[in-house]
């Protein structure tokens, strides 16, 4: 009933910016957070962003200062800008909400490809 849409992925050059964006539809109570991970072939899924419902951020030390998590409550849409890209940042990356009963939703995923 909850579903979510990322959009914005694609081919970057290193040093590039790219905004990701994800839509959330569907029956939704409560929203606690939402957030950004991702991941890279031969890894586990790794936190990259999240913003709770207050306001707060966090992010993973590997993309402080380069990215930025954002939202906007009206849409129920969450944003990911990133920029200085490195090929380390390649991975696709999956929207995430958690509702108010801890119940969590996922995306399909966007592919990031970050390229010399």
């Known amino acids: 009933q909850v579903q979510l849409v990322e959009s914005g992925g694609g081919l970057v050059q290193v040093g590039g910016s790219l905004r990701l964006s994800c839509a959330a539809s569907?029956?939704?109570?409560?929203?606690?957070?939402m957030g950004w991970y991702r991941q890279a072939p031969g890894k586990q899924r790794e936190s990259v962003a999240l913003?709770?419902?207050?306001?707060?951020?966090n992010y993973a030390d590997s993309v402080k200062g380069r990215f930025t998590i954002s939202r906007d409550n009206a849409k129920n849409t969450v944003y990911l800008q990133m920029n200085s890209l490195k090929p380390e940042d390649t991975a696709i990356y999956y929207c995430?909400?958690?509702?108010?009963?801890?119940?969590?939703?996922w995306g399909k995923g966007t592919l990031v490809t970050v390229s010399s």
């Open positions: 995430a909400l958690i509702d108010s009963y801890g119940m969590s939703y």
């Open positions: 569907g029956s939704i109570f409560s929203i606690s957070a």
């Open positions: 913003i709770l419902s207050g306001g707060t951020t």
